[in-house]
C-alpha cells in the first residue's frame, strides 16, 4: 500500500509540476504574443486548450502510474521514467520556446522532437502495461496537432 501511494504521489506530482511550469509559459505569451498571430482556421478557441490539457494530464498521471505499478524489469523501469521525465521536460520547453520567447521555429523544432520522444515512450509502455499505452494514443494525437498548428503559425506569419 505505500509503495502504490508514493507510485500516484510521484506521478502525480511530475505532471502536475509540468502543468503548472507550462500554464506559466503559455500565459505569459497568450495576450501578448498570440493574440497577435495569424492563426490557421483549424484552431480551436482558446478555452478548448485548457480543457483538453487537463484531461491529457489526467490521462498522463495515470498512465504512468500504471507502468509504476506494472514493470518488472529495473532496466524497463529506468527507459520508462527517463522517456516520461524527457517527454515532460519537453512539454516545458516548447510552451517556454512558443509563448514565453516568442520562437516560432525553435518551438516547431522541439515539438517535432516532443513528437518523436512521446513515440518512443509508448513504444516502452506497450510492453510494460498495454492498457498504459492506449491511454497515451490521445496526448500523442493531441502533440501531432500541434505540431500541425506550431508549423502552419510559421507559414502564415513569415
Not at 505499478?69 to 527517463?82: M, T
Amino acid at each position: 500500500m505505500c509503495c502504490k501511494l508514493s507510485n500516484a504521489l510521484y506521478s502525480f506530482f511530475l505532471v502536475l509540476i509540468t502543468a503548472l511550469v507550462a500554464k506559466y509559459f503559455t500565459a505569459q505569451g497568450m495576450s501578448n504574443f498570440y493574440e497577435t498571430l495569424d492563426i490557421p482556421a483549424t484552431t480551436p478557441e482558446n478555452h478548448y486548450f485548457s480543457y483538453a490539457w487537463r484531461g491529457l494530464y489526467f490521462l498522463l498521471f495515470i498512465s504512468f502510474f500504471m507502468i509504476l505499478e506494472s514493470v518488472k524489469d529495473e532496466e524497463q523501469l529506468l527507459d520508462a521514467k527517463l522517456l516520461f521525465v524527457c517527454q515532460l521536460f519537453m512539454q516545458i520547453l516548447w510552451t517556454f520556446s512558443f509563448f514565453y520567447m516568442e520562437q516560432l521555429i525553435a518551438s516547431a523544432i522541439v515539438i517535432v522532437l516532443l513528437d518523436i520522444v512521446v513515440a518512443l515512450m509508448m513504444h516502452t509502455f506497450f510492453f510494460i502495461n498495454k492498457w498504459a499505452f492506449v491511454l497515451t494514443v490521445p496526448y500523442l494525437l493531441w502533440l501531432l496537432f500541434a505540431s500541425y498548428l506550431n508549423i502552419a503559425i510559421i507559414f502564415m506569419n513569415f
